[in-house]
């Protein structure tokens, strides 16, 4: 969610969810006077009387605002609140930019995988703060409490969030907004001009999702059939990995790397710490044992994740 504020001389806010073909679009979008909580709230809560109170996002990303951080928490109770990586690093940057071992660790901080690790990075820089008005600040906006809002670790239990980390997309589709509109344009017309945009932006979903079901291919799919079964963007993810892992133990390339697979199917590439499906390192040693090596039990586990992260939308 994030907020466009150069239309109109108003604001116009916008919520996007990405669809199972990995297309952004537009859920929702409303028009406000100004950044204000009760004006988030009364908005928020007008999108859910016309869902029939039935939309129960289970997170919202935004780009660090406590005004909609507020009315969030106060109209969607169940839904996480995170925040934007690349906010949170530029924030950082105008605070403690002139003092590179600070804003080293909480970068740190941000990206880290666990709640340990973070939490230590904190503790590094609040103990190498050079004064007190800078550890203060530390203390207050990015205290070892808050940090499941701004960290990286409370994220790696869902594949979409774990993957998705800015609002990026929300900042191009404003981008595109402004193109179509312009400020001499009083509110109804660049309403007019939006349901356009929003009008194009589906029906190039459509095509995206008309174009994958029928391109499909399995070709990777004929030595582990499992992944057929996930949905499009789990199984593009993993076709390359099994091509690439045939292509290494034909030619033999497999045994000049370090092998990084470990005994419990995981692995510390960068493949499988981004996405959590078994990567190619995983499948050339799985192929090595005559295909003993994953278990069933394994591709349930796989199966699961990637069914419940399509379901999970912004």
């Not at 969030?72 to 990586?85: A, D, M, W």
């Not at 004929?222 to 057929?228: R, T």
């Not at 199917?265 to 499948?283: A, E, G, S, Y």
Request: charged share 20%.
């Amino acid at each position: 969610m994030d907020a466009c504020g150069s239309l109109a001389n108003i604001y116009l806010v916008t919520l996007l969810f990405r669809d199972g073909f990995r297309c952004w679009l537009p859920a929702a979008q409303f028009w406000i006077s100004k950044e204000h909580g009760d004006l988030y709230v009364q908005a928020l809560k007008t999108l859910q009387d016309w869902t029939g109170q039935r939309w129960h996002p289970s997170a919202f990303l935004i780009h660090g605002s406590s005004i909609e951080a507020r009315a969030i928490g106060q109209c969607f109770h169940s839904s996480r609140i995170l925040r934007c990586t690349r906010h949170s690093t530029q924030t950082l940057k105008s605070k403690l930019s002139h003092i590179d071992d600070l804003m080293y660790l909480m970068e740190r901080a941000i990206f880290a995988e666990t709640q340990a690790e973070c939490h230590r990075y904190i503790q590094e820089c609040l103990e190498k703060c050079p004064y007190a008005e800078l550890r203060r600040y530390v203390l207050t906006a990015w205290n070892v409490e808050s940090s499941h809002i701004w960290s990286l670790h409370s994220r790696l239990d869902t594949p979409i969030l774990r993957e998705i980390t800015t609002i990026n997309a929300c900042e191009s589709y404003h981008s595109l907004v402004r193109q179509c509109t312009n400020r001499r344009m009083d509110m109804k017309e660049c309403t007019v001009q939006i349901i356009q945009l929003i009008g194009r932006r589906y029906d190039s979903a459509c095509e995206v999702h008309l174009e994958n079901e029928s391109r499909i291919t399995r070709a990777a799919f004929h030595v582990y059939p499992e992944p057929a079964s996930w949905t499009l963007p789990y199984q593009r993810l993993v076709s390359p990995e099994i091509t690439m892992a045939e292509r290494m133990i034909a030619d033999g390339s497999w045994r000049f790397q370090w092998f990084q697979a470990q005994s419990d199917c995981t692995c510390c590439c960068k493949f499988f710490r981004t996405n959590r499906l078994p990567c190619k390192h995983i499948f050339v040693k799985d192929l090595n044992s005559n295909k003993s090596w994953l278990t069933q039990t394994n591709w349930d586990r796989w199966a699961m994740m990637t069914a419940n992260g399509a379901k999970e939308n912004l």
